[in-house]
């Protein structure tokens, strides 16, 4: 696995992309923070940006570097959750303007996965988490189904899990306004 993160974190520091497990499903994934390297992942997907893509983090305590006004019940939920959760918070900073969504928001997960976490600790920035698809495909449900169109467009595909064959739930998603209310977008 050490190998394989010193490259994966080559290719992000130099603005590539890369296809890696995450705590959910295969993700293609680039510097959270790079507009130009955000472009590719959606030329990649063949996919619009105006719905935005989510970011990954390792620990809630970089959160306050990525959203303002975070209530406090967003710590709670990320660190009492039993299974991963992405939460949209509404006013992001920080990252690549065309990450966002149309209204500002974006969408973060902390990772507790091993190869993600440690990726996304050492890289010391948000990494890009969109499943890996093109638009309007279903997404894989484990290495062996990411189409090779996907596999030829990213720079770096990562060698750790790719013969899992499980099929890992999506994370459940919530939005989370400033003053703390909660709307369920996916269980």
Do not use: C, H, W
């Given at each position: 696995m050490h190998d394989d993160l010193k490259q994966a974190l080559e290719v992000l520091r130099n603005g590539g992309i890369i296809l890696y497990p995450t705590d959910t499903i295969w993700g293609i994934g680039c510097d959270a923070t790079n507009a130009d390297a955000v472009r590719r992942v959606y030329e990649l997907k063949q996919r619009d940006n105006s719905k935005g893509m989510l970011v990954l983090l390792d620990n809630t305590a970089k959160l306050a570097g990525y959203a303002n006004d975070i209530p406090e019940?967003?710590?709670?939920?990320?660190?009492l959750t039993t299974k991963p959760l992405t939460i949209i918070y509404d006013d992001a900073k920080n990252l690549a303007p065309n990450i966002l969504a149309a209204d500002g928001s974006v969408g973060i997960r902390i990772t507790e996965e091993q190869f993600s976490k440690e990726l996304c600790?050492?890289?010391?920035?948000?990494?890009?988490?969109?499943?890996?698809?093109?638009?309007?495909?279903?997404?894989?449900?484990?290495?062996?189904?990411?189409?090779?169109?996907?596999?030829?467009?990213?720079?770096?595909?990562?060698?750790?899990?790719?013969?899992?064959?499980?099929?890992?739930?999506?994370?459940?998603?919530?939005?989370?306004?400033?003053?703390?209310?909660?709307?369920?977008?996916?269980?």
């Open positions: 019940v967003a710590y709670d939920m990320a660190e600790a050492r890289f010391k920035k948000p990494i890009v988490s969109t499943s890996a698809n093109s638009n309007g495909e279903p997404s894989p449900e484990n290495f062996a189904q990411v189409n090779e169109a996907i596999k030829a467009g990213v720079d770096y595909i990562v060698k750790f899990r790719q013969d899992e064959m499980k099929n890992p739930a999506p994370s459940s998603i919530i939005k989370l306004t400033k003053d703390g209310q909660v709307t369920i977008i996916r269980e």
